[in-house]
């Protein structure tokens, strides 16, 4: 309806338009030729109002139905109306880095990535800047990449494989639809690593085809949520990465010392233009509490009042006295990456998307037993955990965190 409304306000100040013109040529050539400059235009309209009046008229009543129109798409896709105004629908020029290079199609609708990242075995490629992606495709990885990765599958192959997952938001809806897909497609990566934080290389995707998935091309996925710009971090984008950074370089400055190990920071409340922040930290292996509030200048991130000085880059051990390592140094337990340790309800709901497809169960007051994978908070701050059923379906269970009175984390 909104389309037909824009549609009919446009032709009918084409219209409109039209007429002027010509009863501007049925007044003189002079006005004629002149009405098709807007300056002269305007000065036909003021000077020849009586003749010139029901054109007016006629472009008055279509910017009734245009204005109509455009306010009805901003209530029901705003974001289509943030396209339309910033001419997104002209012919884009191809960009030369990122996952733009990707092209295929998602649920049988063109899909060009906007973002992509890999973190935490996690890859996912996405288009939209909303909390729910308008259109994503998510591959679960068996464990962490640290390094190059090659990856194959092919729809024979036996499991387990890496779970995928497509998501896209319908027209006039709020929440996105979600398929899982364990087998049956065709995986092929080819990354290398790339200074300062990403993985470079080839993608190709293949989903079985009541899917009507496929994507191609060349790929760059970030492996944290940090940007850089002319080699340094750039602190104008906001997350949670950003942050730590800024805190653990004011505290590093601060302290004279490269020695800071910050703690995990709960989840921010971005986009922000000021956060108090308090946490905790080892300075030289002592730990230590900070609390300060940090503001977002056009600069990007940073501690309010901060007048540190850079600290001088950490000199190398000299050659003389190499520090050796015992050759029984632990390595990193698998139980690092354990998201079970100091589980509760309150650190899921600060930081959900450190949880996100984690196996869940969760007990309610009246009885009942949700089981299933975390799937984010909804807009009202409920808990929506997804079970998949037999047969191509999937369910979604929406539970206030009042309602739950045992939450259990079942898996790492």
């Given at each position: 309806?909104d389309?037909?409304?824009?549609?009919?306000?446009?032709?009918?100040?084409?219209?409109?338009?039209?007429?002027l013109?010509?009863?501007a040529?049925g007044?003189?050539?002079?006005w004629?030729?002149?009405?098709?400059?807007?300056p002269?235009?305007?000065?036909?309209?003021?000077s020849h109002?009586r003749?010139?009046?029901?054109?007016?008229?006629?472009?008055?009543?279509?910017?009734?139905?245009?204005?109509?129109?455009?306010?009805?798409l901003?209530?029901?896709?705003?974001?289509?109306?943030?396209?339309?105004?910033g001419?997104?629908?002209?012919?884009?020029?191809d960009k030369?880095?990122?996952?733009?290079?990707?092209?295929?199609?998602?649920?049988?609708?063109?899909?060009?990535p906007?973002?992509?990242?890999?973190?935490?075995?996690?890859?996912?490629?996405?288009?939209?800047?909303?909390?729910?992606?308008?259109?994503?495709?998510?591959?679960?990885?068996?464990?962490?990449?640290?390094?190059?990765?090659?990856?194959?599958?092919?729809?024979?192959?036996?499991?387990?494989?890496?779970?995928?997952?497509?998501a896209?938001?319908?027209?006039?809806?709020?929440?996105?639809e979600?398929?899982?897909?364990?087998?049956?497609?065709?995986?092929?990566?080819?990354?290398?690593?790339?200074?300062?934080?990403?993985?470079?290389?080839?993608?190709?995707?293949?989903?079985?085809?009541?899917?009507?998935?496929?994507?191609?091309?060349?790929?760059?996925?970030h492996?944290?949520?940090?940007?850089?710009?002319?080699?340094?971090?750039?602190?104008r984008?906001?997350?949670?990465?950003?942050?730590?950074?800024?805190?653990?370089?004011?505290l590093q400055r601060r302290?004279?010392?490269?020695?800071?190990?910050?703690?995990?920071?709960?989840?921010?409340?971005?986009?922000?233009?000021?956060?108090?922040?308090?946490?905790?930290?080892?300075?030289d292996?002592?730990?230590?509490?900070?609390?300060?509030?940090?503001?977002?200048?056009?600069?990007?991130?940073?501690?309010?009042?901060?007048?540190?000085?850079?600290?001088?880059?950490?000199?190398?051990?000299?050659?003389?006295?190499?520090?050796?390592?015992?050759?029984?140094?632990?390595?990193?337990?698998a139980?690092?990456?354990?998201?079970?340790?100091?589980?509760?309800?309150?650190r899921l709901?600060r930081?959900?998307?450190t949880?996100?497809?984690?196996?869940?169960?969760?007990?309610?007051?009246?009885?009942?037993?949700?089981?299933?994978?975390?799937a984010?908070?909804?807009?009202?701050?409920?808990?929506?955990?997804?079970?998949?059923?037999?047969?191509?379906?999937?369910?979604?269970?929406?539970?206030?965190?009042?309602?739950?009175?045992?939450?259990?984390a079942?898996?790492?």
């Amino acid at each position: 309806m909104d389309a037909l409304l824009i549609l009919a306000g446009l032709l009918l100040m084409l219209a409109g338009l039209v007429w002027l013109v010509t009863l501007a040529f049925g007044t003189s050539l002079f006005w004629g030729i002149g009405s098709l400059l807007p300056p002269i235009t305007l000065g036909y309209v003021f000077s020849h109002w009586r003749v010139a009046r029901r054109a007016i008229a006629v472009i008055g009543l279509g910017i009734v139905p245009l204005v109509v129109g455009l306010s009805m798409l901003a209530v029901r896709a705003p974001d289509k109306l943030d396209a339309i105004v910033g001419l997104q629908w002209l012919p884009q020029p191809d960009k030369a880095k990122g996952p733009n290079r990707l092209h295929g199609q998602l649920n049988g609708q063109s899909f060009r990535p906007e973002a992509g990242e890999l973190i935490d075995g996690v890859l996912s490629l996405r288009s939209g800047a909303g909390f729910y992606a308008r259109q994503e495709v998510r591959i679960e990885l068996p464990e962490p990449v640290a390094g190059p990765l090659q990856l194959d599958v092919l729809p024979d192959d036996p499991g387990p494989l890496p779970a995928v997952r497509i998501a896209w938001i319908e027209a006039g809806r709020e929440l996105p639809e979600s398929r899982l897909i364990r087998h049956g497609y065709t995986l092929h990566l080819a990354l290398e690593p790339e200074q300062p934080n990403r993985l470079v290389g080839r993608f190709h995707l293949v989903l079985p085809p009541q899917y009507a998935t496929s994507l191609s091309g060349r790929v760059e996925l970030h492996t944290d949520r940090l940007r850089y710009r002319d080699g340094e971090v750039d602190r104008r984008y906001d997350s949670a990465d950003t942050l730590a950074y800024v805190i653990r370089n004011y505290l590093q400055r601060r302290h004279a010392t490269h020695d800071v190990v910050l703690a995990p920071l709960p989840a921010p409340a971005l986009p922000a233009q000021a956060l108090d922040v308090a946490g905790e930290a080892r300075i030289d292996g002592s730990p230590e509490r900070y609390a300060f509030r940090l503001v977002r200048a056009a600069d990007g991130w940073h501690v309010e009042g901060d007048q540190f000085a850079a600290l001088p880059e950490a000199s190398a051990p000299p050659a003389s006295a190499p520090v050796a390592e015992p050759a029984s140094a632990p390595q990193a337990p698998a139980s690092s990456l354990d998201r079970r340790k100091r589980f509760s309800m309150e650190r899921l709901l600060r930081e959900p998307s450190t949880y996100e497809h984690i196996l869940l169960r969760a007990h309610t007051e009246r009885g009942g037993v949700a089981e299933g994978r975390f799937a984010g908070l909804d807009h009202e701050g409920r808990l929506r955990i997804r079970r998949i059923l037999k047969g191509p379906g999937e369910a979604y269970f929406n539970l206030a965190p009042g309602e739950i009175v045992l939450l259990e984390a079942l898996e790492p």
